[in-house]
């Protein structure tokens, strides 16, 4: 019998049992709803990892350090003692965190890497405050311009490409506008902002002996005295709150001339003093994966450690795989009862219809052909169960995506639920196999009935 005539067969036969069909199709739809969201997630999770590493990251660069605790390598070592080493510094965090950190010898050594064509180290920039001329004063975090970043604009605009803000400029967040004083965005551009730096000057030792047998421990509370720095800045460029920046939002940008500068000044004297946790390492070719990666083994060798884009992005992928692996083991549980399900109603049905089984076989149809119409039955309930759960998934996640957008705070062109049409398809005839899988046994039992003992049967 042709493959054809058997499908059209199998759906009549479905159609006069259009209750039962349509209720063991639905126990299928509910794994295919669950599943489909599944899927629609996935895509919406990984498109949106893409626009955060598109938007903070610069996939030429890699991230290096000397310090394995700071990308994972060894978390353990942030929660257990630490021997003090002069070399290191406590320069983030609690007391008891030293860090390995790059010195300039580490910069110059990295700089002579094959393939690596600059280094920026991340310049710890430590504004005591910001203000303008008749404003007040405002505490701020300031940070290095990365061009690989790109924040959104609110006015003015970014340097094209690769290029670096230019000297003496800033990029201030729009938060700070109504703070210093400007009626909008626009009437920012062109205007300035005045940084004030500090730092500590060191006391003779013989003066502060003195003081204290003079005037005692009181007189040591005024002896520290601070040298400052006042910087005037350009602004060129005012940034909006970005739904993909994993910056503070209220951070002001300055090109890495600027940045060296200023942690120049605060860190004189100090153990901080041109020494950086991190680096930026812009590659040679570093749009291509396999220079990225040569580069990366090379740092690696001279004992650094080193981030890839690809490394950051499994990161933040990484916690969502093991939630969408949770929602996708309710899915297969659902469809493991709905397996149960369709063995159950082809079961059924070869009993309502043996004696039409055995008629079919009297008249020459093959019992191959007889297991087949039966699978084909389930194929059937397994195709009308995913197109039933998958229309409603994608009715009901179309319907809530603008408002989960909103409330997850994912920003325009960023859904959660992003439906795709060939993954859809695919668990649709994903469904299908399973269901002939579990009307294998039904179809095997009709197709091993005796012709005469099946027209025998009342």
Do not use: C
């Not at 004083?181 to 030792?205: C, M």
């Not at 309710?330 to 082809?346: R, S, Y």
């Amino acid at each position: 019998m042709k493959t054809l005539d058997l499908v059209k067969r199998a759906g009549h036969s479905l159609s006069n049992a259009k209750v039962r069909t349509l209720l063991t199709s639905l126990a299928i739809a509910v794994g295919a709803f669950t599943l489909t969201l599944t899927l629609a997630a996935t895509a919406g999770a990984n498109h949106y990892a893409d626009q955060l590493v598109k938007s903070n990251f610069d996939p030429a660069v890699l991230l290096v350090t000397k310090d394995d605790r700071l990308f994972g390598q060894d978390p353990s070592g942030f929660n257990k003692p630490q021997e003090y080493d002069d070399t290191q510094t406590s320069g983030i965090g609690p007391r008891d965190i030293q860090l390995k950190r790059l010195t300039q010898d580490d910069i110059r050594k990295i700089e002579k890497t094959t393939g690596v064509t600059s280094v920026t180290p991340t310049y710890p920039v430590q504004v005591q405050y910001i203000t303008r001329p008749n404003q007040k004063k405002y505490i701020a975090s300031v940070d290095t311009y990365n061009p690989g970043q790109r924040p959104d604009v609110a006015s003015g605009k970014l340097p094209e490409g690769e290029k670096q803000l230019a000297d003496g400029t800033i990029l201030l967040p729009e938060s700070y506008i109504p703070t210093l004083g400007f009626k909008t965005s626009e009437a920012a551009i062109g205007q300035v902002v005045i940084a004030q730096l500090q730092r500590p000057t060191k006391v003779d030792p013989a003066k502060i002996e003195h003081i204290f047998l003079t005037q005692g421990a009181s007189g040591l509370q005024n002896l520290q005295s601070y040298e400052t720095e006042t910087d005037t800045f350009t602004i060129s460029g005012v940034t909006r709150k970005s739904s993909t920046a994993l910056q503070a939002a209220a951070s002001l940008f300055i090109n890495s001339t600027d940045a060296a500068r200023l942690s120049s000044f605060t860190t004189l004297g100090t153990e901080n003093y041109q020494k950086y946790v991190t680096a930026q390492v812009r590659v040679e070719g570093g749009d291509q994966k396999v220079n990225r990666d040569a580069a990366k083994e090379l740092l690696k060798k001279q004992g650094y450690q080193v981030e890839t884009v690809e490394d950051i992005q499994k990161i933040l992928l990484q916690i969502i795989s093991i939630l969408q692996g949770i929602v996708s083991g309710f899915g297969v549980i659902a469809l493991i009862a709905a397996v149960f399900g369709i063995i159950n109603t082809q079961y059924i049905s070869v009993l309502e219809r043996t004696r039409e089984i055995g008629l079919m076989k009297a008249l020459g149809m093959r019992g191959l052909d007889i297991g087949w119409l039966f699978r084909i039955e389930a194929a059937w309930i397994g195709f009308l169960g995913g197109v039933i759960g998958a229309g409603l998934a994608f009715a009901v996640g179309t319907g809530l995506n603008p408002w989960l957008t909103q409330q997850l705070g994912l920003g325009a062109g960023n859904d959660l639920l992003i439906f795709q049409v060939l993954p859809i398809a695919f668990l649709i005839v994903g469904l299908m196999l399973v269901a002939i899988l579990a009307g294998w046994l039904p179809a095997r039992k009709a197709a091993k009935l005796d012709p005469i003992e099946a027209l025998r049967t009342e």
